[in-house]
């Protein structure tokens, strides 16, 4: 993980409440202490220390109601003895999918097991296997788009796919309800094909396993 030091002071500018708050996250874990939000909106942003009585507080607010955030105020001093876990409440699955994205684009076999390890060594934070499972799925959101995204991306799919592909067909169902039921998909050069081969024609089908499940089947045939 790549993550170089965050500084935070008065009068910084952030373009968005996201990248704000995603400073102040890596901010805490680097500097070992966790906060609360007080105000968290369009307009205000405020969190103060988790440790009993401790000072430490930033205020910031939007920039004439645009999405632009600055800094306000800012007490920098701590009176607690910080953190006495290995955990942290800041360490995001969002935010460790952010840093790790690139790592994860790079090596596709990377292991979850590996990144409870890797995130302990290099910031000093402990999680989970399991969220680290949820942090390799985020990352690959992030990198790869959602199955969300994508399902709702194939009626162009099957558009770009027929113009692109003369002779080619791709028929996209749906249920009543507007949801995805199935979609056949034949390419024009390989339709052509099959009037030299033989009539030997195989079936197979492969069970996805994303959270959506369901089976692709697949038509092969030999010549």
């Known amino acids: 993980m790549n993550v170089p030091p965050v500084t935070l002071d008065v009068g910084d500018t952030f373009n968005s409440i996201l990248e704000l708050k995603n400073a102040c996250k890596t901010y805490s874990i680097q500097n070992a202490f966790e906060y609360k939000p007080d105000k968290s909106d369009q307009t205000r942003y405020t969190i103060y220390c988790k440790g009993d009585g401790c000072p430490w507080r930033l205020d910031a607010s939007s920039v004439k109601s645009s999405s632009v955030f600055r800094i306000k105020t800012f007490n920098n001093e701590h009176t607690c003895y910080g953190l006495n876990h290995r955990q942290h409440a800041q360490a995001s699955n969002t935010l460790l999918a952010q840093h790790l994205a690139e790592k994860f684009k790079q090596q596709p076999n990377y292991r979850p097991i590996d990144l409870v390890k890797d995130v302990q060594r290099e910031i000093g934070v402990k999680i989970s296997y399991s969220k680290a499972l949820r942090v390799k799925e985020r990352a690959q959101e992030l990198n790869h788009g959602t199955h969300d995204a994508a399902y709702f991306?194939?009626?162009?799919?099957?558009?770009?796919?027929?113009?692109?592909?003369?002779?080619?067909?791709?028929?996209?169902?749906?249920?009543?309800?507007?949801?995805?039921?199935?979609?056949?998909?034949?390419?024009?050069?390989?339709?052509?094909?099959?009037?030299?081969?033989r009539s030997l024609v195989g079936l197979d089908g492969t069970h996805l396993k994303h959270k959506y499940q369901g089976t692709s089947y697949f038509v092969a045939s030999l010549n």
């Open 153 to 197: 991306a194939l009626p162009k799919y099957c558009q770009d796919l027929e113009i692109s592909n003369p002779n080619s067909s791709a028929i996209l169902e749906k249920t009543p309800a507007n949801k995805f039921l199935r979609i056949f998909i034949c390419y024009g050069a390989s339709a052509i094909g099959f009037r030299c081969c």
